[in-house]
């Protein structure tokens, strides 16, 4: 069992570009969650998805970030018009249904310059 | 704005002494508790979790108490060894379907031999 798996580990953009993070869940897991965490600060809970759809986004930015969980493939995490304040890491955790224990990811290092 | 919090953000200890984290939780309607470690450039690991109905779970060299009356969490690891030596994170949620993880601030645990 590969376990959760996000790609890239490291991204770097400049200001004004796309940012694309992508996860895939363990096998069996069919609950998708990002968070985001700042340097020398704990997880914020961003967004959560199932299969084609977004269960809570209350942690999602209004603008500028949006998330998918299509029936195939990976779960995305796109950022448009990068800014500096979004560098952060961005950790992607998977459940099976019903269950509260998250599996993490080893997460997407995103630096803007 | 966040419910889970922690007391200390620091904690050194000699290898071979007992480890106690401390977190503090307001949101009385959490019911499910887990705490994670955070080793330098990876994503959280799951350690122990706990629910409401009890007040002390054991694992290996790792015991969680609740204390609901005081909102009150705590991580005890005992003969902590070098490897221990990481952020630890406890973490609420309500245990219904469609919540998520809620993260404190975290306590970065430091052994020295």
């Known amino acids: 069992n590969a376990g959760v798996m996000q790609n890239p580990r490291h991204l770097v953009r400049r200001r004004g570009q796309e940012a694309r993070l992508r996860c895939s869940p363990m096998?069996?897991?069919?609950?998708v969650y990002w968070y985001r965490q700042l340097p020398e600060e704990g997880l914020k809970f961003m967004v959560y998805?199932?299969?084609?759809?977004?269960?809570?986004e209350s942690g999602m930015p209004k603008e500028r970030f949006s998330a998918e969980f299509p029936k195939e493939g990976p779960s995305i995490l796109r950022i448009q018009q990068v800014v500096r304040g979004d560098s952060a890491a961005y950790f992607c955790?998977?459940?099976?249904?019903?269950?509260?224990?998250?599996?993490f990811g080893a997460g997407s290092r995103l630096t803007v310059l | 704005g966040e419910s889970v919090g922690l007391h200390l953000p620091t904690l050194s200890v000699q290898e071979g002494d007992n480890s106690i984290i401390n977190c503090a939780y307001s949101?009385?309607?959490?019911?499910?508790f887990i705490w994670y470690k955070q080793e330098s450039g990876k994503g959280p690991q799951f350690i122990i979790d706990?629910?409401?109905?009890?007040d002390k779970r054991q694992g290996q060299r790792v015991t969680v108490l609740l204390n609901k009356t005081v909102k009150h969490l705590s991580l005890q690891i005992a003969a902590t060894q070098p490897g221990d030596s990481a952020v630890y994170f406890c973490a609420e949620n309500i245990n219904q379907a469609g919540t998520a993880l809620i993260f404190g601030k975290g306590t970065t645990l430091s052994v020295s031999s």
């Open positions: 706990i629910r409401s109905n009890m």
């Open positions: 096998k069996g897991h069919s609950h």
């Open positions: 955790a998977s459940s099976p249904q019903g269950a509260n224990v998250l599996t």
């Open positions: 998805l199932q299969k084609e759809n977004i269960i809570d």
């Open positions: 949101n009385s309607a959490s019911d499910y």
